[in-house]
């Protein structure tokens, strides 16, 4: 709540004050408030992260046509980070698109899946895994359909969607029209969760725009199409949204639409693109947060019924504190201030700052950006994916999140930031707010790209987490965290019973070092990506975990102590740790 | 700030009398019912809602069609 506009109101009455318009008529984010200060990291140790894509042997290139003629260019670029083969390691998996020239010539774009070699290295198994061509696809999320212990792909597309069941011997196979979740229309963002707790994964599909190959709105032909008085490709706005899917899942390999029924198909036809299932007021039962570019946030409160009510105004995290929509793409989610409650950062256009909603409980939100110190250091930029990530493992959630414009015709106008655009790394200081530290973190932050996707994990398992980033245009960016010598850390890898196999939605609190941490288990989120479904966290000097609580999406709660710290545990429903080879599935054996 | 700070108790008075002087204005009504809300009066925040979507409702009606 900024006092300019409220001061400006109650000093001259009926004064023009609050949001303003531009020349094509968008709500301007009014400026800053004069309090707002950009905090630079200062006597906090700041982690290097390095560029090792071509150390590790990752050569995958997004196709990407220059000039973005249309939105359906501008979107793509999902990264999924998952241990398809089970053996401990994460691999990655990038998602491709087609420029609209070579999908009308019917021509398609290879995504890549790469396999982690254990020494640094990745092998490229796109082939063999069966994964190359799903669609014009942009991005997906990780899950276990089938409970069958082998983690499976959904990807989401333009046109029409694919499930990818994994086989369990190192192949995929499209399960798209068994299961019927194919949607068909332009989707975006996707999330499995267990939202009626009877053991199996659901799925959330966001759909954006309704766009269509034989109709093109044409490059610069309305005032919807033109951005600073320079001709762009049009949309989102002045084209219709196309609504949003939650199919249930039937335990059989197949799944039922009752997007209606639950109150969550987007009637109103706002923009969807992340989105993300999550535990927001410790009820037991996921709720729905779903990032609406140029439109409100929904937020689907579970009634446990299987229904859900859409309290985004009512719980503040629907708009800005100024109540103008912004244009939303990613989310993350974390618990960074210590309070047990997962709270939500999303990321934004140019002029709009990054938005950080503060779960204060009882479904109440408070917009504190600016306060924060998250607003300033990406108020330039446009921004995508995101996450809570603990960088320096002191115990204390970080911020990652990256940019990239989406109009090309902007790199030459420098009050829009540019085309391609940096990294945003914003360091948690352990009293809610963050500083910045981007030009601390390696030269490789600062490397202008034209970004999407960001997932993060662990991907050397070496305690420290690292960061993948999808481009647009051309090359992804693989950040190795270098960490901070001297810092602890535990990852647990959770695995169902009567819950989900997955364990998605699980939720773990973990004392160490005289503070709490509470993580979930998510899948999808960042913006059309998934992290490392592992749950990690940062011990600072802490050498041993004191307790840890885990709360199943079943209601069955398992409590663990004393362990030590920098091992990777895995954890099963009822038994509590458990050997590694007890969480993983047998070779090449798979259900339904 | 005063919401910022959570006086929200602060930050209502001076929302209502701004929401007197200028009672168009759709983003005070939206601070409003988030102030109605942390001071446990969900009536009162129900009416601003109601006044704020309609002030919405009425600015996408008549402001030109937006880019992003």
């Given at each position: 709540m900024k006092l300019r506009p409220l001061f400006t109101l109650l000093l001259i009455p009926l004064s023009a004050a609050g949001p303003t318009f531009s020349q094509e008529g968008h709500p301007a984010a009014p400026p800053p408030p004069k309090s707002a200060k950009e905090?630079?990291?200062?006597?906090?140790?700041?982690?290097?992260?390095e560029d090792v894509t071509a150390k590790m042997g990752i050569h995958f290139r997004h196709t990407a046509d220059p000039a973005k003629k249309y939105i359906l260019e501008s979107m793509s670029g999902g990264v999924l980070l998952l241990d398809y083969d089970r053996d401990g390691w994460l691999d990655i998996y990038f998602t491709n698109s087609p420029s609209v020239e070579m999908a009308l010539k019917g021509q398609k774009s290879r995504g890549a899946l790469y396999h982690n070699n254990h020494d640094g290295t990745f092998t490229d198994v796109t082939d063999k895994a069966g994964v190359a061509t799903p669609c014009f696809a942009m991005g997906g999320a990780v899950a276990d359909y089938n409970n069958d212990g082998w983690p499976d792909i959904y990807v989401t597309c333009f046109g029409?969607?694919?499930?990818?069941?994994?086989?369990?011997?190192?192949?995929?196979?499209?399960?798209?029209?068994?299961?019927r979740v194919s949607d068909g229309r332009w989707s975006t963002g996707a999330a499995f969760g267990d939202y009626d707790g009877d053991g199996f994964v659901d799925l959330m599909v966001t759909n954006y725009v309704d766009f269509h190959l034989n109709d093109l709105p044409q490059f610069g032909s309305a005032p919807t199409c033109k951005y600073r008085g320079v001709d762009v490709q049009c949309g989102p706005r002045g084209l219709k949204g196309a609504g949003d899917s939650l199919f249930h899942n039937n335990r059989d390999g197949t799944f039922t639409d009752v997007s209606k029924s639950a109150g969550v198909d987007d009637a109103r036809g706002f923009y969807g693109l992340g989105v993300v299932f999550a535990d927001f007021n410790n009820t037991g039962r996921p709720d729905i947060f779903i990032a609406d570019d140029s439109t409100p946030n929904y937020f689907y409160k579970n009634l446990g019924n299987g229904k859900f009510s859409d309290i985004g105004l009512e719980s503040g995290t629907a708009v800005n504190e100024d109540g103008s929509e912004q244009a939303n793409m990613g989310i993350a989610l974390g618990d960074y201030n210590h309070t047990g409650r997962p709270s939500i950062y999303v990321t934004e256009f140019t002029d709009e700052p990054d938005t950080l909603f503060r779960n204060d409980g009882d479904w109440s939100f408070e917009d504190v950006s600016y306060k924060a110190g998250v607003a300033l250091p990406s108020l330039k930029w446009v921004k995508w994916g995101d996450a809570f990530v603990d960088l320096d493992n002191d115990g204390w959630l970080d911020l990652f999140a990256v940019s990239g414009h989406v109009y090309p015709q902007m790199e030459t106008v420098?009050?829009?930031?540019?085309?391609?655009?940096?990294?945003?790394?914003?360091?948690?200081?352990?009293?809610?707010?963050?500083?910045?530290?981007l030009s601390q973190a390696g030269p490789a932050l600062s490397e202008k790209r034209v970004s999407r996707g960001?997932?993060?994990?662990?991907?050397?398992?070496?305690?420290?987490?690292?960061?993948?980033?999808?481009?647009?245009?051309?090359s992804p960016m693989v950040l190795r965290n270098h960490g901070i010598p001297g810092r602890h850390w535990v990852s647990f890898d959770l695995a169902g019973t009567k819950s989900n196999r997955a364990a998605i939605g699980a939720l773990i609190k973990l004392s160490a070092g005289g503070i709490t941490q509470t993580d979930e288990v998510h899948s999808g989120g960042s913006y059309l990506s998934q992290n490392d479904l592992r749950i990690h966290f940062g011990l600072g000097s802490a050498t041993k975990i004191d307790a840890i609580e885990i709360r199943w999406p079943s209601g069955a709660i398992d409590r663990v102590s004393n362990l030590v710290a920098d091992k990777f545990y895995s954890v099963l429903e009822g038994k509590g740790i458990v050997p590694?080879?007890?969480?993983?599935?047998a070779f090449g054996k798979h259900g339904f | 700030m005063p919401l910022n700070d959570g006086d929200a108790k602060g930050a209502m008075l001076h929302l209502e009398l701004a929401a007197k002087n200028a009672p168009n204005k759709d983003y005070i009504h939206y601070q409003l019912q988030q102030a109605y809300r942390k001071t446990s009066r969900p009536l009162d925040a129900e009416r601003e809602l109601t006044i704020y979507k309609q002030l919405k409702e009425r600015g996408n009606l008549t402001s030109e069609p937006t880019q992003r």
């Open positions: 905090i630079v990291c200062k006597h906090h140790p700041v982690p290097k992260l029409g969607n694919v499930l990818y069941r994994n086989n369990g011997d190192g192949t995929f196979a499209d399960a798209t029209t068994k299961a420098a009050s829009a930031g540019g085309y391609v655009q940096p990294k945003i790394v914003e360091l948690n200081q352990g009293d809610g707010t963050f500083c910045d530290a960001v997932a993060v994990g662990d991907l050397f398992n070496d305690g420290n987490m690292d960061v993948v980033v999808e481009d647009l245009d051309g590694s080879d007890q969480v993983r599935p | -």
